[in-house]
């Protein structure tokens, strides 16, 4: 009697290992800023909430395997809004953005077969990985670059025959890079080169900066049938625990597939469906309001950041994260660490994700960490004092380090 | 680019390819009795209905991965009225009993490895198995037996060296039979003798009628490391939409991987999980006033079939399905689709489950049906004699059938 290979080898959050250190932190009596983690602050719409609790029926029965359709319809009137077409049948609901890419996995490759992924990428996607039993192919991506696409040659040495699809993430999580138009487009044409699936993952799409707007992969002509979408409404509408997300794909095959997995786990939450409903109804206002909230706090942290000379940071057009990279730290495991125990400045300290979970190629992104900017203006500014400060000394007490750097 | 193998090869609900012709006989003004679908009719509890829409937070973030601590604990203190000490990390919440079983098989199996299953079983374990990319070995239990577990022989004659564990699902889906406590020390010494896990599903623990208690394998001294139990507030309190499953294990082994997993989903929906929380502070009332009224329509259903010789039906004493094994119906299949669309009794008919879609072995079960008493007394008596006398018209229209039964 034996655990699996695969739950032994399933990574465990990176962040989640300096938790005790925080609390230890927290203990001393220091205050901590959190960059680590990518919960949104914004208040969930009154109007999610008002609708899960007014629930009319007496008995909470299955619902549809595909998800509600007054949901599927309310998402199709949403794409409307970017000028996307979709028939409420190439829309189903899911638990969450998880399982959409779960099923997106399972549908699209066997065991053995390999996803190519731009990295760092969204740690969470290794644990669907073993749990449809594939294989993640990174492909790298570079600060120095903005972490946009590498060359078409980059991508193509990634190709074997058991490649069966290549994921990408816009707006993405870590890095906050959104891929522009001609990226996408390269990406098209990539798939239908190697005849794959392209799976974009698109919770963020609200989340874009200095009034460009997102461009989906729903988007691209002459690859309608090759493209599936993933999506939430966690960051959408502030609602993480709310556990609703969506495959998106015109390819009915994709869908009567996907459909037979949504069987096999009956439905997704009812209660929290209906409050999706109501926010999905709300105006463009709502989305105004919070892009330019967090327009403002990107602001903070890359105009603090980058008057460091050793950090490299292009300016992230999307999301809530940066992936940060600084001359002088040469294993931000330690760095992240050190922040926690060894460091505070009157009283208070940072808490950073280490980059090195963000990739699967072993000993990368070590230079690097996540910062997350889901704290309002005025604390923003305090953390980012703190931080600057903090790797200011850290370099200071790491000199062969620093010289390395 | 093409569908994976899985994809194509998990098996469709085999009642859904029913619905359309449901649907044509209701278009005809035909009135269907359901018997075919699991939906408890019983209504969910108020005071989940009222702690779900009083969420007192402004923002609806994730939750822990292994749930909220409420409920946790409020599960640890349901079981404790059984005489089932747990410590809350012996629990973790998930998104329904399914994901529950997504979890289990992954943490005991790699891919191509063996679960043992008797059958029939509940289809959608075939759905998770083709996730996981387990194979099901089906185990045998007869009609005849009441679904009982065969002999020792018979279980260990389906083991192989890739068998990891045995999954038992009681009180049973499809077939109403509940495991004595003797069955379930079969079941601990059969494990403990191939060193493999012992999976169970009590997600109907509280259905058990005439007076017997449900036994729990998370009783059976000696192998508290092996067994993991699978559970849901479905059918507990009448919430299916809600979602909220669990994983019951004593293995911190086990547990620490299942988290792991659970990490990668992020967490299960919270609202529905305080709802959850208010239905666990019940009290035994509530489940006395239900068990009561499914042992009711469990007695008019059993009654009625049973004074039909042809009928092979041991009296189930849990759950609220029962498997109707027919003299006269060589293909359930045909048979359920002729009572849709070749037949009614003064303007009503029946909606059956054919029970051959939870079998794996080709062929079987199809001389049987699945029917679930979900309705209430009155409306069931009328659907007895609907069916009885639909079997009836069916066998004298497929006299050499009859004869061959």
């Known amino acids: 009697m034996k655990i699996s290979r695969r739950a032994t080898s399933i990574q465990e959050s990176p962040i989640r290992k300096l938790a005790p250190l925080a609390a230890a932190a927290r203990g001393r009596g220091v205050t901590i800023y959190h960059l680590n983690i990518g919960q949104p602050d914004v208040p969930t ?6 609708a899960v609790g007014s629930f009319p029926g007496k008995v909470l029965e299955y619902g549809p395997s595909d998800g509600l359709p007054e949901l599927r319809e309310a998402m199709v009137g ?10 409420p049948h190439e829309v189903l609901i ?14 699209v490759a066997d065991e053995g077969e390999e996803i190519i992924i731009p990295e760092p990428f969204y740690t969470n996607y290794n644990g669907y990985a073993e749990m449809a039993n594939l294989r ?26 058991r490649t069966r699809a290549i994921l990408v993430c816009s ?8 891929l522009a138009w001609d990226e996408l487009e390269r990406l098209a044409a990539f798939a239908a080169r190697h005849d794959i699936f392209l799976i974009a993952d698109e919770v963020y799409k609200e989340f874009t900066y200095d009034g460009r707007r997102h461009r989906s992969v729903l988007e691209l002509p002459g690859v309608r049938e090759r493209v599936i979408v993933v999506d939430s409404i ?22 009567s597939s ?30 105004e309001a919070v892009r330019a909230e967090y327009q403002r706090r990107r602001d903070v942290m890359y105009d603090a950041l980058t008057a460091d000379p050793g950090i490299v940071l292009k300016r992230p057009r999307g999301a809530f994260y940066m992936i940060v990279k600084m001359a002088g730290v040469e294993d931000s495991d330690d760095f992240a660490r050190w922040l926690l125990e060894d460091f505070s400045l009157a009283g208070d300290t940072v808490m950073v994700a280490p980059a ?10 070590r230079d690097e960490v996540r910062m997350a900017y889901v704290l309002e203006v005025g604390k923003l500014e305090r953390a980012m004092e703190v931080f600057l400060a903090g790797l200011e000394r850290y370099r200071a007490s790491r000199p062969a380090v620093a010289q390395v750097g």
């Open 45 to 50: 719409p009154p109007e999610f909430l008002r």
């Open 78 to 87: 949403y794409f409307e809004r970017f000028g996307i077409a979709l028939d």
């Open 94 to 107: 899911t638990n969450g953005g998880s399982e959409a890419i779960l099923f997106a996995f399972n549908v």
């Open 136 to 161: 993640v192919v990174p492909v790298r991506t570079r600060a120095e670059d903005g972490f946009h696409l590498p060359a078409d040659e980059a991508l193509d040495a990634a190709v074997t025959p």
């Open 171 to 178: 707006p993405n999580n870590p890095t906050g890079t959104v």
């Open 234 to 255: 966690s960051k959408r509408f502030s609602a993480c625990g709310a556990r609703v997300g969506a495959v998106i794909c015109r390819n009915p095959e994709v869908m």
């Open 258 to 287: 996907v459909l037979k997995f949504g069987q096999a786990r009956l439905c997704p939450p009812t209660l929290e469906q209906l409050g999706a409903v109501a926010a999905y109804r709300l105006g463009e206002s709502y989305f």
């Open 356 to 365: 090195g979970g963000f990739y699967a190629t072993p000993g990368a992104g």
